[in-house]
Every structure is written in structure tokens, then in C-alpha cells.
């Protein structure tokens, strides 16, 4: 069999100005996968920067693994890129869709062309363009789920078209709609959570603490597109994976356990500040009221490949946030945990089974470590491969932004640890720590600590 896993981007990319390290590399690790199964090709075809799955997006030939075919996509048209693929001659093609800014819609490309393979009888694993696009637009998401009946916290649509600029008109003598949103943002439970309806890693999301808060933000130079106002819900932040598995002529679905995040001090999740620990097994989570509503989510939505989704726990009821039908800051979390690649992970959503002495192996190590994804400043070459040699250090990735003007633009590191249970995972965050006392920050580490006592 010929497995492609592919990837495409809607975003100009110069990887001249990225600077990325890895420990292992994806190369290693795609290696690996070769060598588990000798008698399958593995092909991996993607357009820069190829995150998950390419070490450089300059493709050197010494960050190629052997026994893989490896393909730089040139073309921006969906039909295009498909009959690329389908000219490698693959048996099943697989997305790998990623994430960059401005705009989370990534699949939604991904998705067109699995679109155009299928009508060329290539199998895929591919959300569809319609789960893509209800995802990708966070209203459209919220009605999905009110639809559903899955809980979700109350919310409210502001166009801003409308409310702007609807009674600019000569003829119109009051902007009714903006009147008739006012009244019903006033009646939310207050604090509210404002966000961009397409906008990724929580920017121009905002926290306010009341109407007037809120009202003097709609008047404010922020307000420069269609928002949601969502009511805030008081409780734990997690989130979760949902592995959509190819079986047969369908899909059969493997919900993760979920992972605690930690929240900045506006009380919400900053993708490049937090910190995930997990698995969270205790029965005070009611994972199985969690299961059912992820299981009816994925059945109606049809999820095909990986899905992460961003969710509440108040101590009675969950809630979720957002959905992402992509691979996520969570996937190589999520790897450490099961001793497993994201690679291999995509082989078996595209329906690669385990030979035997690898089922045996798997069964063995069946038991989750329990896992610790904590973010550091840029570090050194030094000081990274100092924290790739520590033997719980799991994961180090790191990228710079040599083009960034803001900091928090200009990338950050993240160290990936585990542990047999959650006092030998406390041990070797302290170890962490030790190993790099000047580069780990107070804050970050003092979360970690609490998450773990919280799992």
C-alpha cells in the first residue's frame, strides 16, 4: 500500500524567516514508521512550511528519512495540488492539516482536495469542506452545537457591518438592529468573553466584566469585524483529541482522555503560554457524560483524521468551546502520553494496521504516561539540547519568528516531560528546573505544579 499524508496552506511563507528546532525530528521519527512497516511506502507531500512533518521547509536532503518519498507542492490551485497527489499514484491519501495565522482554515484547503482525489477514486481521510467551514467560523460552531443539544456557553453574533454602518444611510432614521443587539448583550451573564469569529490562538479575544466594559469595546478601534460575545464559564479549561480511525467502509472514533491547560491572567487559554498536563482520569470529571457528548458530536459531524477540541468542566457539567478538525498544539502532548509519533498516529486514523509483535508491544505499553507540555522562553542551542538530554525530556520543539515585531510573536519553546504516575512527573519537573534554573520562569512553573495536584 502507498500512504500519502499531505498538507496544504493558503499562506505565503518564508521559511528564511523561521528558525526551528526539534528534538526528535520528524525525519527520526518518520523513519521509524518506515522501518515498523517495511512492506508500505510512505509519501509525504506537503507546501512550506510542512509543520508535523517536515524538520526545514527548505527540504535539505540530510532532514529526509530514508525508505520515504518526500514531494515540495508549488501549486496554489486545489485541483492542482490534487492531480499532483494523484500522479504519486497513492492508495490513501491522509491530511495533515496544520495552523498558521491569520485564519484557522487550513483544512478547509485540505478538505477541497480530498474533494477533487475522491472523484479520481483515491481513498481519503479528510474532513469534509462542510465540517471544515462550520468549524472554522466560531458562530457557525456555536449553532452547530446548540443544534446538537451539546452544552455550550450562551452567545451572542454582532455584524459588524451592521452595527456599524446600517444607520449611516440617509433614509434610515435608527440602526434597529444595533438597538435590538445592545438589548440582548445586556442580558448576558456577565463576565463575557469577546472573540474574532475566524480568529486562532486566542488573539483579539478580550474578557469584560460587564456591559459598560463591553459597550465601550464596541466602540473602541478593537471592534473591526464580525464578533461572538460569549458568556464565561467559571471552571476548569481542557481539551481533548478525537482520533478518527478508518475501519472498513466508515470511521470509528478514539476520544483521548483530557488534558488540564493552564489560563493567563485574563482567566482564558493562550495557545503559546499554556501549559497541558494530563491524562485526567479521576471520576470527579464525569468523563463519561464527556464521551457521550464527544461521541454524538463526532458521529453528526463525521469527523475524519484528528480533531481537537477545547473544552469546560464547572464540577457538574462540560461545555464545549471550540472545535478544530486539524492536528493541534496537542498532538505530540497527546504522542508522549501513548508512546506513539503523530506520524504513526495519522497511519493509524488512515487505517494502518499493527503487525503482531507491534500489537503485543502496543498492549504492553497500553498504560498512558502521564505527560506534562510546559513553554519556555527561546532557549540557546545549548540549553536545548541539554533539555533533549534529560531522559523524561519526551519532546523539545522550538520556533523563532525572526520577523516578528511583537514578542509574543517572536516564538517560544516548549519541553514535553512524562512520568509513570503524577509524583514521579512532579519529581522530573523539578529536575526540569534544576537542569535549567535561570530559563524557567516562576510563573509557568508554580501552574505546572498545580495542574498536577489537580489531575
Request: proline share 4%; net charge positive; hydrophobic share 40%.
Amino acid at each position: 500500500m502507498r500512504y500519502l499524508f499531505y498538507s496544504a496552506s493558503s499562506n505565503n511563507y518564508n521559511e528564511e524567516d523561521w528558525i526551528s528546532y526539534s528534538f526528535p525530528l520528524c525525519k527520526d521519527e518518520a523513519e521509524k514508521l518506515a522501518l515498523l512497516y517495511p512492506k508500505h511506502t510512505f509519501i509525504i507531500a506537503t507546501q512550506k512550511p510542512g509543520t508535523f512533518l517536515l524538520d526545514n521547509a527548505a527540504l535539505p536532503d540530510n532532514l529526509k528519512a530514508e525508505n520515504l518519498e518526500y514531494h515540495l507542492i508549488n501549486f496554489d490551485d486545489e485541483k492542482e495540488i490534487a492531480q499532483f497527489l494523484s500522479d504519486l499514484k497513492p492508495d490513501i491519501a491522509a491530511a495533515a492539516s496544520f495552523y498558521l495565522q491569520p485564519f484557522d482554515w487550513f483544512t478547509v484547503k485540505d478538505s477541497l482536495v480530498a474533494a477533487a482525489l475522491r472523484q479520481k477514486g483515491i481513498r481519503t481521510v479528510c474532513h469534509s469542506t462542510r465540517t471544515a467551514l462550520t468549524c472554522f467560523d466560531k458562530w457557525q460552531t456555536h449553532s452547530l452545537l446548540k443544534k446538537l443539544n451539546l452544552n455550550t456557553p450562551e452567545c451572542i453574533f454582532v455584524d459588524h457591518a451592521l452595527f456599524i454602518n446600517a444607520g449611516n444611510r440617509p433614509v434610515i432614521k435608527s440602526n434597529v438592529y444595533k438597538t435590538a443587539v445592545l438589548e440582548e448583550l445586556r442580558n448576558l451573564h456577565y463576565p463575557v468573553i469577546i472573540k474574532d469569529t475566524t480568529g486562532l490562538s486566542s488573539l483579539g479575544t478580550d474578557v469584560l466584566n460587564s456591559y459598560g466594559e463591553l459597550y465601550d469595546w464596541l466602540k473602541s478601534k478593537k471592534f473591526t469585524g464580525d464578533r461572538i460575545v460569549e458568556e464565561y464559564i467559571r471552571g476548569l479549561h481542557l481539551g481533548t483529541e478525537i482520533h478518527a480511525i478508518s475501519a472498513g467502509k466508515g470511521f470509528k472514533y478514539k476520544i483521548m482522555p483530557p488534558l488540564l491547560f493552564s489560563t493567563n491572567k485574563y482567566g482564558i487559554t493562550s495557545p503559546k503560554q499554556s501549559i497541558k498536563c494530563g491524562p485526567v482520569t479521576s471520576r470527579r470529571f464525569r468523563l463519561f457524560a464527556l464521551n457521550r457528548m464527544l461521541k454524538k458530536l463526532s458521529q453528526e459531524c463525521r469527523f475524519e483524521g484528528i480533531t481537537q477540541v477545547d473544552l469546560i468542566f464547572d464540577g457538574k457539567k462540560w461545555f464545549i468551546i471550540e472545535i478544530n478538525p486539524r492536528l493541534s498544539g496537542m498532538s505530540d502532548t497527546y504522542g508522549c502520553m501513548q508512546n506513539k509519533t503523530v506520524i504513526k498516529t495519522l497511519a493509524e486514523c488512515a487505517g494502518i494496521r499493527n503487525k503482531k509483535k507491534t500489537a503485543i508491544r502496543d498492549r504492553l505499553l497500553k498504560k498512558n504516561n502521564f505527560v506534562l507540555n510546559i513553554k519556555y522562553p527561546l532557549l540557546d542551542e545549548e540549553k536545548l539540547k541539554k533539555a533533549a538530554e534529560l531522559d523524561f525530556v519526551k519532546k523539545v520543539h522550538q520556533t523563532q519568528n525572526l520577523a516578528a515585531r511583537q514578542l509574543r510573536e517572536k516564538g517560544y519553546c516548549e519541553i514535553i516531560i512524562t512520568g509513570k504516575n503524577k509524583k514521579e512527573l512532579k519529581k522530573n519537573l523539578h529536575l526540569l528546573k534544576k537542569a535549567l534554573p535561570e530559563e524557567t520562569e516562576e510563573i509557568f512553573f508554580e501552574k505546572a505544579e498545580a495542574l498536577i495536584k489537580e489531575l
